[in-house]
């Protein structure tokens, strides 16, 4: 049914100097197997764009990036005629303003690191969302979780929100599991534990729903 999908995938880099960055710890498993499902129901070209991850899925075209400045400069290079974009990329929220050229030296007993926000990719392209395009999110909330989650779904205009309670009993980072909540407008939608390879399965069952529901068929991009 789709002819290009992009999915972005894996954490972003923010360097501070030459030895030292900010980042998270998003393993790329869920968008390694997101691409791999994706494989699996023959849609013809499958744009993967990753931070550094070692979960790379093979007969896929990788773009790899290391920033968020990257991974959205990217994105947007390759958006043209793409039917469904799913966000996975646990993006790096803040950057340094400056990169300094030399190892920072531990000269001080405190020291304050100045940070900026990281542009929203995924707010971006929510608002210059087609309507024959479908939007997907992924977010990973340790407290008012729906709250937040609905929020996040109207602002950035997604079809389908994949959200998952960070917590002791569900770390969701660097595991092969996650218990997660499909969230659409007007439903809340709750999956049992499963592996990330069957949460994949259930993105993609989704997303076939979504274009049946917005009667988006063959061939329209
Ligand atoms: O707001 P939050 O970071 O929780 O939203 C998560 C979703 O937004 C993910 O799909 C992520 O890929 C995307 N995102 C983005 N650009 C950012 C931050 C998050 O595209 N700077």
């Not at 501070?16 to 849609?43: C, L, M, Q, W």
């Not at 909330?141 to 109207?154: D, M, P, Q, S, V």
């Not at 049992?192 to 063959?218: G, L, Q, T």
Request: net charge positive; aromatic share 8%; hydrophobic share 40%.
């Amino acid at each position: 049914m789709f002819d290009r999908v992009l999915i972005t995938s894996g954490p972003t880099v923010e360097p501070i100097d030459p030895v030292r960055y900010i980042s998270n710890r998003s393993s790329g498993k869920t968008g390694f197997h997101i691409a791999n499902e994706a494989k699996k129901r023959n849609i013809s070209e499958i744009i993967f764009i990753t931070g550094p991850t070692c979960y790379l899925p093979s007969e896929v075209r990788c773009i790899k990036v290391e920033t968020a400045m990257e991974m959205r400069a990217r994105v947007f290079e390759n958006i043209e005629n793409v039917s469904v974009v799913i966000m996975v990329a646990a993006v790096s929220d803040y950057k340094t303003p400056t990169y300094f050229p030399h190892k920072i030296k531990k000269n001080s007993e405190k020291m304050t690191l100045e940070l900026e926000k990281n542009p929203d990719i995924l707010l971006e392209i929510g608002i210059k969302k087609k309507d024959n395009q479908i939007l997907v999110g992924f977010a990973a909330e340790t407290e008012n979780i729906f709250e937040n989650g609905k929020r996040k779904l109207a602002e950035k205009n997604m079809d389908l929100l994949v959200l998952n309670e960070i917590s002791k009993s569900n770390p969701g980072f660097n595991v092969d599991t996650n218990e997660v909540y499909f969230l659409t407008p007007g439903e809340i939608k709750k999956l049992p534990r499963m592996n990330k390879s069957d949460i994949a399965v259930n993105v993609w069952d989704k997303i076939f729903d979504i274009a049946r529901d917005k009667k988006i068929y063959e061939r329209q991009f």
